[in-house]
């Protein structure tokens, strides 16, 4: 039993909870605040960083979110996994001399003495949720050797392999169903879920196969595994998507759930056949799930275009768009102007697919393929639900854009998404799936493009003076010093400079000009003229700014841009 009645003054204090209910929760778990803790925090991301933060404040110790850190690999792996599981401790990382550990109950100081003696180095305790600290254990202990190992075993003790074809079904389960390839895909998944991959690639080759993660939109080679390992790994992915494990001469599609000690981790399956065999696309679905939802200010957006966004989201109908290739970022956009419009009073509903982000307060409801819930089906109903502001997560036919346009034009602020190049094709966009101009000009009041570029690491950043020739290819220079940054590359970034991602923008908030333009079905070539004449900046002006800053670097920004004329000399 943990007593900590500093805990439940705070609370009160905070108003989180009034007196009596905290009286009655004192009662029911016989003055143990870490079960009354732990009881409270089945809540928002928010308001259990919250609760958190005020436990570590009532103890004199720091509060660490695990699912948000990073953590130094080689540390971690001083302690034994069973060690750590028992005792519900994790190291993060080290500066100095002195390790930092998260522990579900840091005043234990047994537990950091014998932590201490098996590291050989003195630890200063954090405090963390026991089911964060599990999760972080079960990802942050999968490492590349292990899975190296498992590897070897797998060629050593599974069925050989010579043509793929002439498996039967009961020898593709039993070559799947094995316990150490189950430890092998199980490892794989979490491996890419500690690296923070979006996606893993399992490509087969004429000797080999091929994984790679795409970490931060580049893939980075990871391993080069048996071509033996090929049927048994695929067939282990195809039983957990409950797909067909014989069928290997069409693409397959299907869902699987990661299950961790106390989150799901959903991944998307996709299979081609190539060939050398089938390759495998898994998509991870849900790292945003469980995290908070950025504020605007958090998104790097420069002040113009924080001050066009906001403008836009003032009016009270009319559509918005986001647009950018898959991956781009737009979901976390478009749920942080929620979060900025979503307040006492407003009734916002969302159709999505699949829901990435939880947002309290509002409707969300997901697309269901199995009974015909679509995003025309679902913005239809809607506007029979007395909505303020509706998110559709995606325009992908004529039905759901003249939906969208009728809603905006009775009074709904519409916010959706697109798949576009730039801003401005996006304004003639709705006019090419066959919506009328003269609904288009009055329904649309703005559009953002975006694209993610890779941050320069911040623990190994460097300032370095760009060359006369990197100069003149971006700006009218007149001799003064420019200076860019660059990451050196270190442990931290995996040797690559870059670590996490950020996104740069181009905005359009539409004016009567504009809508007389649409209306007349003006090319996007003459938009683009008025726009540039307008003041609109382009995503590669944005992402200049943004190298000037630091915060990313010029090879990103011709990696996601293309040059013009107008924005090559700033």
Not at 68 to 96: D, M, R
Not at 186 to 204: Q, T, Y
Not at 450 to 459: N, P
Not at 492 to 511: K, M, P, Q, V, W
């Amino acid at each position: 039993m943990i007593k900590n009645p500093a805990f439940l003054k705070l609370l009160v204090a905070r108003e989180i909870l009034d007196q009596e209910t905290c009286r009655q929760l004192i009662e029911k778990y016989q003055e143990n605040a870490f079960e009354i803790l732990l009881h409270l925090a089945h809540a928002t991301p928010s308001r259990r960083h919250e609760l958190g933060r005020l436990w570590s404040d009532s103890l004199n110790l720091s509060y660490m979110d695990l699912r948000t850190t990073l953590f130094q690999h080689e540390l971690v792996q001083q302690l034994p996994e069973n060690f750590a599981h028992t005792n519900h401790i994790i190291l993060i990382y080290q500066f100095g001399d002195v390790a930092t550990a998260a522990l579900a109950n840091p005043q234990a100081q047994f537990i950091i003495k014998e932590a201490e003696q098996i590291i050989g180095k003195p630890i200063s305790p954090v405090f963390a949720f026991p089911d964060d600290i599990e999760d972080a254990i079960e990802i942050e202990y999968k490492t590349h050797n292990l899975l190296s190992d498992l590897s070897k075993k797998v060629v050593t003790e599974s069925i050989t392999i010579e043509d793929i074809s002439e498996l039967t079904k009961d020898e593709l389960q039993k070559a799947a169903g094995g316990k150490i390839i189950i430890e092998f895909v199980h490892g794989l998944m979490l491996l890419a879920v500690r690296e923070g991959a979006s996606d893993i690639h399992i490509e087969p080759g004429e000797e080999k196969v091929r994984v790679r993660f795409r970490i931060d939109g580049i893939l980075q080679d990871r391993s080069k595994l048996e071509k033996s390992l090929l049927a048994p790994i695929v067939s282990r992915l195809k039983i957990l998507a409950d797909l067909d494990i014989t069928e290997r001469r069409r693409p397959q599609d299907g869902r699987i759930n990661l299950k961790l000690p106390n989150r799901d981790v959903d991944l998307r399956f996709s299979s081609i056949p190539t060939i050398f065999g089938e390759k495998i696309v898994l998509r991870i679905l849900s790292l945003s799930q469980g995290r908070d939802i950025p504020d605007l200010t958090e998104l790097n957006f420069s002040k113009s275009t924080m001050e066009v966004m906001k403008y836009v989201l003032a009016v009270p109908h009319g559509i918005f768009f986001v647009t950018g290739p898959t991956g781009s970022g737009k979901t976390t956009s478009l749920f942080s102007m929620l979060k900025y419009l979503n307040k006492p009073g407003i009734n916002i509903t969302t159709i999505e697919e699949p829901v990435e982000y939880k947002l309290p307060g509002i409707s969300q409801v997901q697309v269901n393929q199995a009974v015909d819930l679509d995003f025309s089906l679902a913005l239809r109903s809607f506007l029979r639900q007395d909505p303020d502001v509706i998110l559709v997560g995606e325009i992908r036919d004529l039905e759901t854009a003249r939906i969208a346009c009728q809603a905006a034009l009775t009074g709904h602020l519409v916010l959706a998404t697109m798949h576009t190049n730039s801003a401005v094709q996006a304004v003639t966009r709705l006019m090419d799936i066959g919506v009328q101009p003269f609904i288009v000009a009055p329904s649309l009041i703005g559009v953002m493009c975006q694209r993610l570029v890779r941050k320069i690491c911040d623990q190994c950043r460097e300032k370095y003076q760009a060359s006369a020739e990197e100069i003149r290819q971006l700006f009218i220079w007149e001799g003064r010093e420019v200076h860019f940054y660059r990451g050196k590359g270190c442990k931290y970034c995996n040797n690559t400079g870059y670590s996490g991602r950020l996104a740069i923008h181009e905005i359009i908030a539409l004016d009567n000009h504009l809508r007389g333009l649409i209306s007349r079905s003006a090319t996007v070539t003459e938009i683009q003229k008025y726009a540039q004449k307008s003041g609109f900046q382009s995503m590669r002006y944005d992402g200049i700014k943004k190298v000037l800053r630091g915060l990313t670097t010029m090879d990103e920004v011709h990696r996601v841009t293309v040059a013009d004329e107008e924005s090559a000399q700033l």
